[in-house]
């Protein structure tokens, strides 16, 4: 079962003439992990904004965990978490019993 799908995922901003995202195909698999790696500037945080319902594709379709992230926000946010790169604890976090 794919937990998370897109067809022709595409973001463009407004007053830019190429796509941030362009055309994204993707189908990930339960149990799986997967990474995603390219360049700065490449659209991975688009994407991933994209699929956690942050933001709106310009055109394409995605669902994860079935919902659908355009019409179906609440359900998708209520099934995933997400965690940025620059979590604002990790200084505080310890291995150690308090």
Do not use: P, W
Not at 34 to 61: E, P, Q
Not at 87 to 96: F, I, M, N, W, Y
């Amino acid at each position: 079962m794919s937990v998370v799908e897109a067809d022709e995922l595409t973001k463009v901003f407004a007053g830019q003439d190429r796509a941030a995202v362009d055309g994204v195909d993707l189908r990930l698999e339960a149990g799986r992990v997967m990474a995603l790696l390219g360049s700065n500037g490449s659209g991975k945080t688009t994407l991933i904004k994209m699929l956690t319902t942050l933001t709106r594709a310009s055109s394409g379709a995605a669902r994860v965990c079935g919902f659908d992230v355009a019409t179906q926000g609440a359900e998708v946010r209520a099934h995933i978490g997400l965690v940025g790169q620059y979590a604002a604890v990790d200084e505080v976090l310890t291995a150690r019993a308090t």
